[in-house]
C-alpha cells in the first residue's frame, strides 16, 4: 500500500466514502482549488491525473423522466461530478441526460468527473469486472472517474439486487472477502483504458 492515500470522497446522495486513492494526497499538499462556486472547486489528485470537484451531483432518482430532466439541468447549472450506481438502475438515463448535455454545451468528456459503484452482489472477482463493463455501457463512456464498492459487504451473486431467503431475510455471501472484491476492482486499472485518473474505493451509506 506503500505511495497511497486514505481520502474521504463526499457522495451527493448522502454517502461518506473511504477510499484507497492511489497518491491522491501527498504529505502537506493542499488538497483544495478554491472558488467562490462550491460546484467549481475542485481536489487536485497530487499524481499530476487531474482534478475532482468537490460538490457532486446526486443521481438516486426513481423516475426515469425526472433522472434525465435533472442530470441535464445539474450539467447546465455547473455541476462538474456526477454521482451514479448501478444500484441505482438508472445509470442509461444519467449517461443519456449527459451525453445530450456535453454535445449541446461544447463539454468535453475529461471536464466532468464520473463516479459509479459495483453493487453486493457483485462483489465475487469474476463478476467485478463484468459489472464494470456493464456500467460503462448503460453510462455510454469509455471511462469512470472513480469507481466505488458500494457498502462493505456481498449479497449471494446474481442478477437479483436484492435476494432473500423465504422469510424473506436478505441473502449474503460469506464465500467472498471485500480484499477479494477489492483486488479484483484493482486489477481494472491495469487494463482498463483511461486518460488520467483510475481509483477505486469504497463507500459507507
Known amino acids: 500500500m506503500s505511495g497511497k492515500k486514505t481520502a474521504i470522497v463526499t457522495g451527493a446522495a448522502g454517502g461518506i466514502g473511504t477510499g484507497l486513492v492511489e497518491g491522491l494526497l501527498e504529505e502537506g499538499y493542499d488538497p483544495m482549488i478554491e472558488s467562490p462556486d ?12 487531474g482534478q475532482m470537484p468537490a460538490l457532486g451531483f446526486g443521481t438516486l432518482i426513481p423516475d426515469a423522466a425526472l433522472t434525465r430532466t435533472a442530470t441535464r439541468d445539474a450539467l447546465d447549472a455547473g455541476f462538474r461530478h456526477f454521482d451514479c450506481a448501478e444500484r441505482y438502475r438508472n445509470e442509461r438515463e444519467v449517461g443519456d441526460a449527459l451525453q445530450a448535455g456535453l454535445a449541446a454545451n461544447g463539454i468535453a468528456r475529461e471536464d ?44 449471494q451473486p446474481g442478477d437479483e439486487q436484492d435476494p432473500r431467503d423465504p422469510n424473506g431475510n436478505v441473502i449474503y455471501d460469506n464465500g467472498v472477502t471485500l480484499l477479494d ?8 486499472a491495469d487494463h482498463v483504458p483511461a486518460p488520467g485518473h483510475r481509483t477505486v474505493g469504497h463507500q459507507l451509506e
Do not use: C, Q
Not at 462550491?38 to 499530476?48: A, D, V
Not at 455510454?140 to 459487504?153: E, N, Q, V
Not at 472484491?181 to 481494472?188: G, Q
Open 181 to 188: 472484491t477489492w483486488r479484483a476492482m484493482e486489477s481494472l
Open 38 to 49: 462550491l460546484r467549481l472547486t475542485r481536489m487536485p489528485l497530487s499524481n499530476g491525473a
Open 112 to 155: 466532468i468527473f464520473v463516479t459509479t459503484k459495483l453493487w453486493n452482489s457483485n462483489h465475487r472477482s469474476e463478476r467485478v469486472e463484468p459489472a464494470f463493463t456493464a456500467s460503462l455501457d448503460r453510462l455510454g463512456l469509455k471511462y469512470l472517474d472513480l469507481y466505488l464498492i458500494h457498502t462493505p459487504y456481498a449479497f
